[in-house]
Nanobody, 124 residues
Framework: QVQLVESGGGLVQAGGSLRLSCAFS????????MGWFRQAPGKEREFVVR????????DYADSVKGRFTISRDNAKNTVYLQMNSLKPEDTADYYC?????????????????WGRGTHVTVSS
């Protein structure tokens, strides 16, 4: 059984940065593509970014392109989300997700495992 544990959320002013981490355990990390999703209050969960098993391919939502960077350290079984130039509209609960396969997906229903989330608040 895969377990995912996010960390790194918090309160930051607009324009600031945060780095989220997601620790993966329970299976072979390199057999899984990873994704980050977020859900703001009163809104549906939305895709943020995904990364292939070997980090060769990434795919960003337009809303975060150029500001967020996903990476993974396969030696540490961890995926990261570096968030720069944060905006109040980035305020949300952020979830990492894992799907067995090479590239992942933009669709949350394709993912097999989810973390419990970490909250990010960006103040104006």
């Amino acid at each position: 059984q895969v377990q995912l544990v996010e960390s790194g959320g918090g309160l930051v002013q607009a324009g600031g940065s945060l780095r989220l981490s997601c620790a993966f355990s329970g299976r072979i990390f390199t057999m899984y593509a990873m994704g980050w999703f977020r859900q703001a209050p009163g809104k549906e969960r939305e895709f943020v970014v995904r990364i292939s098993w070997n980090a060769a391919n990434t795919d960003y939502a337009d809303s975060v392109k150029g500001r967020f960077t996903i990476s993974r350290d396969n030696a540490k079984n961890t995926v990261y989300l570096q968030m720069n130039s944060l905006k109040p509209e980035d305020t949300a609960d952020y979830y990492c997700a894992a799907v067995r396969g090479l590239h992942g997906s933009r669709w949350d229903k394709d993912y097999d495992y989810w973390g419990r989330g970490t909250h990010v608040t960006v103040s104006s």
